[in-house]
T-cell receptor, first 111, second 113 residues
Framework: SQQGEEDPQALSIQEGENATMNCSYK?????LQWYRQNSGRGLVHLIL?????REKHSGRLRVTLDTSKKSSSLLITASRAADTASYFC???????????FGTGTRLQVFP | GAGVSQSPSNKVTEKGKDVELRCDPI?????LYWYRQSLGQGLEFLIY????????KSGLPSDRFSAERTGGSVSTLTIQRTQQEDSAVYLC???????????FGPGTRLLVL
């Protein structure tokens, strides 16, 4: 019952490189959130972008949203080994707050 | 302040037994959510509570699953007659509601033998 897909499924890069992850979804949304997960446990919130926004920044993170293409991207600049984790996008839609998650991208950053 | 807390961190049970999982949301958050994450199904919504409104139970996979939220704060997710396919990490989140950010707890890893 997942809303969308993320690609790539896995990404391996060297420290200092940029990492880009993409998320596509199927229906109109209220907002889209990006989360990070380490070791299969709790999710850490990164950024929330609303449907009327196109781009947001937070430190080394940049998120874009294209509602016409029903897609979003997460860019991590100057990656660090500590950025190694799984990254998920999640959308909410309609009059409900429940989140529908994407399939996730596993990022590996090598020192 | 404190984040969302969940207990126990890990739970091993035998097939057919009942289990209770607890979630303490962030103080002042009116909305509370349960999700689960399993290898085969990814991250999926189970149920959410918003203030005094009737909970949205649309994600509960069967009538063996139920949840309560007492006093608008602590929530308990109960799984009756557990099955092996119930094995997963159960995640709780809370928010101020109204499409705001959901903050997640560390999860409870449930293993049904």
């Amino acid at each position: 019952s997942q809303q969308g897909e993320e690609d790539p499924q896995a990404l391996s890069i060297q420290e200092g490189e940029n990492a880009t992850m993409n998320c596509s979804y199927k229906t109109s949304i209220n907002n889209l959130q990006w989360y990070r997960q380490n070791s299969g446990r709790g999710l850490v919130h990164l950024i929330l972008i609303r449907s009327n926004e196109r781009e947001k920044h937070s430190g080394r993170l940049r998120v874009t949203l294209d509602t016409s293409k029903k897609s979003s991207s997460l860019l991590i600049t100057a990656s660090r080994a500590a950025d190694t984790a799984s990254y998920f996008c999640a959308t909410s839609r309609g009059d409900t707050d429940k989140l529908i998650f994407g399939t996730g991208t596993r990022l590996q950053v090598f020192p | 302040g404190a984040g969302v807390s969940q207990s126990p961190s890990n739970k091993v049970t035998e097939k057919g037994k009942d289990v209770e999982l607890r979630c303490d949301p962030i103080s002042g958050h009116t909305a509370l959510y349960w999700y689960r994450q399993s290898l085969g199904q990814g991250l999926e919504f189970l149920i959410y509570f918003q203030g005094n409104s009737a909970p949205d139970k649309s994600g509960l996979p069967s009538d063996r699953f139920s949840a309560e939220r007492t006093g608008g704060s602590v929530s308990t997710l109960t799984i009756q007659r557990t099955q092996q396919e119930d094995s997963a990490v159960y995640l709780c989140a809370s928010s101020r509601g109204g499409q705001e950010t959901q903050y997640f707890g560390p999860g409870t890893r449930l293993l049904v033998l």
